[in-house]
């Protein structure tokens, strides 16, 4: 593969996901999250968290009177809603739906001030104090995933009118901020990429330069949120301008090295550096996104792909420290790593990120999701005690179930948006070569050739593509072979692939001139694996997980009865898999594992071992947890 | 024993230690700790916290202008550093620290206002709210405070100017509060202990009752704090009035089960209701005294004696929720315990309590204290980790080295008045026996006898009593065995003693007509012992820890280099014990043990374990740990 060469973009409506995994999933989102959500943002659920978020807008708009309500970023809800919806409608045709979308977009629209200033927040509340405080008013937040929204909404539907607007928002935001211009940069990151995915969809160089001042200006004056709030003389949310690892302005970007702070806001960055370096064909800045990622895949990542070790910041901590209990591991922070994934992998295809994509996919933000599409979390724990977490000082922040709702409501419509919009991520496609990243059962229609991809997975290694190619031309299909899989073997139309030598850094490249029906089948075992912790990470000293394919597995006290912290699991114990035939969990596997548990003892320290009892342990797939009676959960199991 | 009988009361100067572990204890107590902390309290000591402590009673004293420094309760260092003088004084004759003693209490005195009323907070700035903030301003608790430097001083040197000062505060408070009169009950609990010490030295029965009506007023009202609140309309920490289990107030003490709520207030508490049980020899009252032990001793609390499990509130939590990192375990509860423990003991001699006694004093208390005397601990943690300790969200207030002093300075005065009325816990003596209830190399003198104690505690299970009787009737000396005493051999003149029949709780009773000389000596092995958390604590499971006799033992990154999570002790590890013969823990027993250290290793999860390196470990004892240079430290290691 020749890196930073020029990746097509993909669109949902070119793929149409049929799979026994994730239909079910995108079909959930469509049904339930994205109405839900909907009346949500029209304050139309009694007795949650009230949004106000479209009522926002209306007030900004003149449609209506009232007063602001809300987090100072409370217009990024409605515009990662849009985005899901943008997203939804080429997965399922709603013209209702549709239309209301159309009618939020005419609202925003005409929230639009005439020199193009667009933040609900400012224009109701505090008109005096637009642009003054980029640390805490996430005004350059709210405009970016606005980009994004509006972008999709043409990408999916082909109209203009948002992306009008945040061509105006971005124009007028291009007037005010840039190297010879106001110096500034977002408190939190995002702007970069909705002002680089504009630029993708309407070639405009000016917005791509904008965001790669955004980016490039970070850090270089590490005092700027500091200068900022003295000059200013006010405070939104009192936040620690001398907090420079926090939102990640220690250090010009390209010298950064170590995943700092806040952890949504470094990967939103660190997506958008992938972004430019592509574009840019910039070989330093994929180093610095390299060296980001190394960092937080082999040093600060849990074993589900959560990253975020403390509530405090919501951020990362240090190499290693990955506490089970008092985590963070936001779900948007899991989504934004299949992000910043599927970047690295436009610009190179290699196995390292799309491995890390499918553990994000399968246990990170899956788990974010209620199985009934209803409930989200914001905070994915790996272990769950009764009466600590969610209650006790360090864990409160430690939900034992999904709520319907948040206050700060980031991350529901994010998993809307990558769920929608899931198949984009499945492939890369180049001049002469389509790229798989991830396993989904689809019907895909690239510019070289239209595929079916029938899959089993993530309960069987069973994958097939079917080739009906759009040209005679000789190119390749490189598919993804994950880490895991055993005992591969690959067959083209029936007859086996000797796959030595076509195997280049976990993709397996197929050359030739494609025939119509031709099918790829890739086949391997997934035996569930003993998954153990680097020994530096003190939360898992002595303890072993368990893997099968790309799922983690964890215990849940619905299935054990007693407290998960009795059972002990023997270094050879014996271990199967089966399929749950019914409740909440059909469909899925599951494994029995055989252990002991230490039995009751009267003593609180005592120089005998407690007694053991021989029991049989049942260990379900982590991002299914939470969905049956409540109780406690761990994923990490005393050896 | 007669439980209930009546126990003569211990005075310092009554006994000499001499003793090869705590004489230097002591010796450093009084030459670096009392000194500094005078200087402290006289704002001498450059660059540490402030304390004006004495100031703030030379102002109210008329002697000075200026305005009060320091917290609420600021009057309470001066009246545990008073305490802790009136011992020293007992221990070691300084004419000149009394005569500056003197002159202190000469200015409290003159502090104090017409109608008894003394707290200097109160006088100096808010003349207008006496009395009217029980719940956060700590007039009893300072009030109690003094009362107990008052007895001490009096018992100790005779003189009975602070205790007329006391009687008069004392009278003060019995004229606004009671049954009949203000209802109220304070926000920290002392004043009840205060106020029965000063029954005992002066005989006034209206203080043993107003000490009874603050016992048994508390959770009568479990509303008072709120109501309290309402009625005066300010606030001065805005502590939450409804948070009732805080402050013990949640159902009358006679009716609470479970130890709850601020661990320090909660055992001064269970100290004043068995101090009055034994008064009024009331069962029902001990009953609760017991059941709130066993909760604490058989449930929350750690290997060390440490007790309060989150530092929100310094608080307990829940059963066996006894996290190593993030604890509390302060000093001044292990104190506490201590205090409790020889409370229970009074009314009834049984091994449990002493067991207790001195695993609190060899681990949780002297953890507190630095080897040199001068700093000390106010968080006592099982498990410090760098970069995580002191650092990160929830771990902020566990410190890796000792401070010299703290703005809030409750432990370092705690500690010295423990330390140097240490003698004054070793025993009961009744009407017919006296109770040894630790091993502390001394010479005391009791009513019935003089007895000469040598002792090779806590390195060497070896000890000897030499018995002066004072009278010709028979009497008991009942010597307490430690539960973790292996192969007893008693022997009375050289002969050995059979134990059979004489063993009760704990207890090893001989009763005869002592003699002159008569010596009992105790000696027992001390085999390291290897020590297992009961299953239900979590933080503990899969884990060892070690003990030898009393001393719970702990493992240093100064020893062992390497991060100790990578360290695993097999359950047959090789160990030995050795004398240690230079440096910081020169005269400590050390324990070398043959274990493994997983090697270093690239992944951060892996189907492989890491690679194991046979090493040996060495363990010091916890108290001992901090002393040298800083790094990691942990109690429980992975097995």
Redesign the interface.
Known sequence: MKAFEKAYQMKVRDIKIKDDFWSKIQNLIIEEAIPYQEKVLNDEIPGIEKSHAIANYRIAAGFEEGEFYGMVFQDSDVAKWLEGVAYSLSVTENKELERRADEVIDIIAQAQEEDGYLDTYFLLKEPDHKWQNLQECHELYCAGHLMEAAVAYYNETGKTRLLEVVKRLADHIDARFGQDKEHGIPGHQEIEVGLLRLYNATGIEKYRNLASYFIEERGQNPDYFREEREKRGWIHFDMDPEDREYSQCHAPVREQNEAVGHSVRAVYMYMAMADLAMEMQDESLYEACRRLWDNI???R?Y?TGGIGS????EAF??D??LPND?IYAETCASIAMVMFAKRMLDIEADGQYSDIMERELYNGILSGLQLDGKGFFYVNPLEV?K??SGE???YKHVLPRRPRWYACACCPPNVVRLVTSLGTYAWSEKEDAIYSHIYLGQNVSLNKADIQVESRYPWKGDVCYTVSPKTKDKFTIAIHIPKHAQNLIVTLNGTTVDIEGKMIKGYLYLQREWAEGDKIHIQFDMKT??????????AN???V?FMRGPVVYCFEQADQKE?L??Y?IPSDANMREYLCDSGELEGMMLLEIEGYR?????????????ERENVRMTAIPYFAWGNREEGDMRVWM??
């Open positions: 895949v082999n040093k990542m074993i403390t509530s405090e910041g901590t240090l290693y420290d008092s005690v009466g600590v006790q000082f360090g694996r003993r998954v153990y912790a680097n020994p530096k990470v003190r000293a002595g303890c997980a407290l912290q009795t002990r230490l039995k009751e003892q009267e003593d609180l320290y005592s120089e005998e071992q407690a005393v050896e």
